[in-house]
């Protein structure tokens, strides 16, 4: 399993591009899930970084969780509204688990409390999806040529540049 923090030692330049398109959205991703029909769904996602994982939370009983618990391959991708990609974009792909533990539960609302102001102190989660990655790749584009990087687990980032 390759959490978060593994991820951003092993692949720094995705890491950077998925954290600052991340922020820079509010937060907002768009998460790829399959649904039972075997076609594509495409989702509005919050991310959340939690003790050193990245993890997917939010409203219970959506359909993006129906297709998690079924299947828990997924793909994230930062929000893009710049067709020059002068920020970055980045891709997160992986398999989640839904993490069961009371005790982790409070802990992230407590966090999720103290960092937005949301209190779900109290509640219970129907799902907390803990990622795990299995691949990614980031773009940037600085005028002159554009950067495609890509990573998979125990590979160092790869750097394909074109003109």
Known sequence: MVS???FAASAPRIAAVFTRRHAATGNLCMLATLRSDGYPRISPMEPRFFEDRLWLAGMPG???FDDLARDPRF???TATVDTHVGDGDAKLWGKVHD???PALHRRFAEDLFADTGLDLRGSEFDHLYDTDLTGASAIAYDGSHLDITAWTPGQPERV???H
Do not use: G, M, N
Request: proline content about 0%; hydrophobic content about 20%.
């Open 62 to 64: 959506t359909r993006k």
């Open 160 to 162: 394909t540049r074109k």
């Open 4 to 6: 978060w923090a593994e």
């Open 75 to 77: 793909c994230l991708h």
């Open 99 to 101: 993490e069961r533990d």
